[in-house]
């Protein structure tokens, strides 16, 4: 980690702005603009307060970025970028992408994303990463040029891969099964939870009604009439407070949504180790299956049916010097064959360890932010019944005054 | 008001029910002691009866005392819910000026409960046995007839099948109830009075469906939670290093499920009874009011017609102003008792609910989370 880009840059996404445009159809569309300062740290450190460059983003060219990383290194988890559009909305919440809590939490996702490829050892050297912190123009077509759209996997390709794949790696099988489970549960959860606080929202909001009738039933009482309006007072108080309560929940939702996001970047590296196996499989087979023919025409014997080795006997066969020829062919597809089997074979297992090196250093940030994220959302839970506490104890001092 | 008849003889205000009642305002202050208390009424021990006829449930209702009226110091009776009812009418009638306290429901308006539910009858068995403490402490109607029998008698039937060949005490009790007269004008206070309760009973029946909605909402919330609890535990099975702490949201979130449920039964079972009870006891508050709305109307009437006649000495208007006065000076006796009370009820309320808050707590502490 010590030549991290991240100790080395300060790095923030402060504001959000809306904007008018025009798109690539010339047709007039709203979108939001994030800033994104850096300032060098090491600078700071001498006394001198450094400059703050800055320039302004949009989402799509985040996604950009992320595209580009996610081809150029297939064998790394590249963190994921907050949700496009808001999903697993309570009633409250606004589903509108302009709304500006939805625009504010994307801000600091979008932080959090840079951080976070900032601080990979291997992300951070990239130089498409580091111009896009720090080059404002020029920038989309400097990644274009780099051609990684072409080295990109069809979709299609991987699909078919993960179906006929034979001995991929067993812990990679494991890890997809993982990825898969995980998703599973924390989208489940996720969807839960928001029930829960829509509940838990409409619990708090109704004790506001307390409020109301205890100030009108005061104006008809003597002695109890101080002490049920302060009680109502607390009510009051009591309804208000789930507001700011759910809007810190919000926060660890958006906490499990990145580990949401993060088990597909590890289903994508899964998928990536499928193809090159299955790559590697079919160029085995491919070679195994000219080595034979090449025998079957040495030996004149046919041990394998063949259209080739039918028609043959029903037409007559070859003379001696087509079958040389035939022969000559093959042998120079088999040297050919053994050499990129070779070189698929270091490729694959290249992949694997370093696949595996970063998959191990993934657990590791995953165990270690969860558990964060679970001992938060305890405290969270706590500050919660505190506060409800001290609500009714007041509630319970006005009613003893009565 | 000057209440003199037409030949300037003054009536009669100092009946001895006024002299009784300064007496008995003095005594209400005592009951607060219970070192004074010479009356001690318990109900418990509901036992379910099944007959050829009927199921029903009888309650042990035991009397401790040293007052002369009784003549043992201890007593112990079983009896049922129409028992009480047959207690409330019989006190209505023969102290037609009384507040009297209110019973239970007779019948659940809810539909589904089942009356022989354990919840049930223990709310029915605090009610009554809420009913006859009340009875106990009120220094005229703990020294009813019928309150005694009610609670010394051995066979209470045979005593109710007396009382009914009676209907010469029906006779005066009629009067009170079918007044026919048209009030002109309530007193100012007892005006006030009646907008009061009028009020009161709105506020309360308010209070009462904002706290079902809330336990409504409660039991929402839980629905959903006894879901989100086990999510955490599937997830811990997926993981190795994170299924202690996620085992552990779990359970926590199980436990606050627990305590949530209980908070919604106690609200159930402590706090809305008490809020109708309330709300009963404020609709026989009126009524009394309106009975003293006849009576005043009756007086005033008769009142004219004797100035109109000029006769001697009606003896009528005596006894309506007799009622007229104890009425006023129990309406008020009764309400401070009600203040003090409500006072002391919505603490016993919210000591509850801090309770349940409290107990909520401590379940979210438990979150071993490292």
């Known amino acids: ?60 060219e985040f996604e950009l970025l992320r595209n580009y990383l996610s081809v150029t290194y297939p064998h790394i988890v590249v963190p994921p970028l907050p949700e496009k559009r808001a999903d697993f909305v309570w009633h409250k919440l606004s589903a509108d992408n302009m709304d500006p809590d939805f625009v504010e939490r994307r801000r600091i996702g979008l932080e959090n994303f840079l951080l976070r490829v900032a601080s990979h050892p291997v992300l951070c050297q990239d130089k498409i990463f580091y111009a896009f912190l720090t080059q404002e123009g020029g920038w989309k077509e400097m990644v274009n040029e780099t051609g990684f759209q072409l080295k990109a996997d069809s979709r299609l390709k991987a699909l078919n891969a993960t179906f006929r794949v034979k001995n991929p790696d067993k812990r990679f099988t494991e890890l997809k099964h993982y990825s898969d489970e995980l998703q599973s549960v924390i989208s489940h959860l996720l969807r839960v939870r928001a029930r829960v606080a829509d509940r838990l929202y409409g619990v708090y909001k109704v004790h506001g009604n307390y409020g109301r009738v205890f100030s009108e039933w005061s104006a008809i009482e003597k002695e109890m009439g101080d002490g049920l309006q302060s009680a109502g007072h607390h009510m009051d108080v009591y309804a208000a407070s789930i507001d700011d309560i759910l809007e810190e929940e919000e926060h660890y939702a958006d906490q499990l949504k990145e580990y949401l996001f993060y088990a597909e970047a590890l289903r994508a590296v899964c998928r990536k180790h499928e193809l090159m196996q299955y790559d590697l499989e079919m160029a085995a087979q491919d070679l195994t299956s000219k080595k034979q023919q090449c025998e079957e025409l040495a030996t004149g014997t046919v041990r394998t049916f063949s259209l080739k080795g039918m028609t043959s006997k029903l037409f007559g066969q070859e003379t001696p010097e087509q079958r040389e020829a035939k022969i000559k062919v093959l042998e120079e597809q088999i040297q050919e064959g053994e050499e990129q089997l070779k070189s698929k074979n270091l490729e694959g297992r290249d992949f694997v360890k370093s696949a595996w090196a970063d998959i191990e250093r993934f657990k590791e940030q995953k165990n270690h932010d969860l558990k964060e994220a679970l001992i938060s959302y305890a405290v969270m839970q706590i500050s919660m019944c505190k506060k409800g506490i001290q609500v009714w104890t007041n509630a319970k001092e006005c009613f003893s005054k009565m | 008001q000057d209440l003199s008849l037409p030949n300037g003889t003054p009536v009669d205000t100092s009946s001895p029910a006024s002299s009784s009642s300064l007496l008995n305002r003095l005594q209400l202050d005592d009951d607060l002691d219970v070192e004074t208390r010479d009356l001690f009424v318990t109900v418990d021990d509901p036992k379910k009866h099944v007959c050829t006829m009927e199921t029903y449930i009888t309650y042990r209702v035991t009397t401790k ?217 404020a609709e026989s508050m009126k009524n009394v009011l309106k009975k003293r709305d006849q009576v005043q109307a009756e007086y005033e009437a008769k009142l004219e017609a004797v100035a109109f006649k000029r006769e001697d000495r009606p003896k009528v208007p005596t006894d309506v102003e007799k009622c007229q006065d104890r009425v006023e000076c129990f309406n008020a006796d009764l309400k401070a008792d009600m203040e003090r009370w409500q006072n002391n009820k919505r603490q016993d309320f919210r000591q509850l609910l801090m309770g349940m808050a409290d107990k909520n707590i401590q379940y979210y502490e438990k979150v071993c989370v490292t």
Request: charged fraction near 30%; glycine fraction near 6%.
């Open chain 1, 1 to 60: 980690m010590e030549d991290c880009l991240a100790k080395k840059m300060e790095i923030t996404v402060s504001e959000a702005e809306k904007r008018t445009g025009r798109n690539a159809m010339n047709i007039q569309e709203t979108y939001t603009a994030y800033l994104i300062e850096t300032r060098a740290v090491e600078s700071q450190i001498e006394g001198q307060c450094a400059p703050v460059d800055s320039l302004w983003r949009r989402y799509s």
């Open chain 2, 65 to 281: 005392t040293t007052r002369a009226e009784f003549d043992l110091p201890e007593y112990s009776v079983r009896r049922r819910y129409q028992d009480f009812d047959w207690l409330r009418n019989k006190l209505e009638e023969s102290q037609p000026t009384h507040l009297i306290p209110p019973l239970p429901e007779k019948f659940v308006v809810k539909g589904v409960v089942d009356r022989f539910s354990e919840e049930f009858v223990e709310t029915r068995r605090k009610a009554l046995d809420k009913f006859l403490k009340r009875i106990t402490d009120h220094p005229v109607l703990s020294f009813n007839e019928h309150f005694n029998v009610f609670l010394t008698a051995k066979d209470l039937n045979a005593y109710k099948k007396q009382g009914m060949a009676l209907l010469s005490k029906m006779g005066e009790s009629v009067k009170y109830v079918t007044g026919g007269y048209k009030l002109r004008n309530r007193p100012l206070e007892f005006a006030a009075i009646g907008d009061y309760l009028d009020t009161f009973s709105l506020k309360l029946g308010t209070i009462d469906r904002i706290a079902q909605r809330i336990i409504k909402e409660q039991l929402e919330y839980l629905v959903e939670l006894r879901e989100y609890g086990p999510v955490y535990s599937t997830w811990g099975g997926l993981e190795v290093e994170l299924s202690e702490p996620l085992e552990g949201v779990s359970a926590c979130i199980g436990n606050c499920c627990t305590a949530l449920e209980e908070l919604s039964e106690d609200m159930t079972e402590d706090f809305l009874p008490v809020l109708r009870e309330y709300i009963l006891y």
